[in-house]
């Protein structure tokens, strides 16, 4: 079974400062990892993916992770928060490429002006 | 490109009545799943389908049934709504078995209000 803990529901960052949201897996076969995005009252938007291959994933809108095995982490950052980045982000492991997407609790992300 | 397509996109009901969603996959998508997120939580996987047929089931109510049809489009039926339904409705697309890369692309949701 596959599962996902995203430490801290909410986080504030100053805009233009380092973005850190951490998320944490548990799966009993090689996990598939996604970040996905939530603004308010909108859809579910994919901002990457960890298949197989380079441990280091680059998305969109200056987004990256990394997947370490040894941590079972794969904690999302950014180097400078932007006003647009609040929103809800989803950390989410299947299990393969058809299995369904279990999402974690979510981190609300504030930035500051 | 095409997205997914959900309808409608705002329901309201009243407890007791029935609702039906539904949704148009990404064309060449065989697999659909819905998910049901509920104000200021996570979403919660329902059903899912590939090739017409259920291929896996999570936290469904029995009142709840879905079906995916020969043209890959897929129904929620909704019956006995209660004021808990009342929530966001994604359905997501894969290519399925064999041919995905793991990726769910996700429709924009219907919005269900049960009174």
């Known amino acids: 079974a596959q599962s996902v803990t995203q430490l801290g529901s909410h986080v504030s960052v100053s805009e233009g400062a380092l973005v850190l949201l951490r998320c944490n897996y548990s799966?009993?076969?090689?996990?598939?990892l996604f970040w996905y995005v939530q603004y308010p009252n909108q859809g579910l938007q994919l901002l990457l993916k960890?298949?197989?291959?380079?441990?280091l994933v680059k998305g969109i809108n200056g987004f990256e992770a990394e997947f370490k095995k040894s941590e079972t982490s794969f904690h999302l950052t950014k180097p400078s928060a932007h006003m647009s980045d609040a929103a809800e982000y989803f950390c989410?492991?299947?299990?393969?490429?058809?299995?369904?997407?279990?999402f974690g609790p979510g981190t609300s992300l504030s930035v500051i002006p | 490109a095409a997205g997914v397509i959900q309808s409608p996109r705002h329901l309201i009901k009243e407890k007791r009545e029935t609702a039906t969603l539904k949704c148009y996959p990404i064309?060449?998508?065989?697999?659909v799943y819905w998910y049901q997120q509920g104000p200021g939580q996570d979403p919660q996987f329902l059903i899912s389908?590939?090739?017409?047929?259920?291929?896996d089931k999570g936290s469904i109510p029995d009142r709840f049934s879905a079906q995916q049809f020969s043209d890959y489009h897929s129904e929620l039926n909704m019956s006995s709504l209660e004021l808990g339904d009342s929530a966001l409705y994604f359905c997501?697309?894969?290519?399925?078995?064999?041919?995905?890369?793991?990726?769910?692309?996700f429709g924009e949701g219907s919005r269900l209000t049960v009174l």
């Open positions: 389908f590939y090739e017409k047929m259920q291929s």
């Open positions: 960890y298949t197989t291959g380079a441990t």
């Open positions: 799966s009993s076969v090689p996990p598939y």
């Open positions: 997501a697309s894969s290519l399925g078995q064999g041919g995905g890369t793991g990726e769910l692309f």
């Open positions: 989410a492991v299947s299990a393969s490429s058809y299995d369904k997407v279990i």
């Open positions: 064309p060449r998508h065989d697999t």
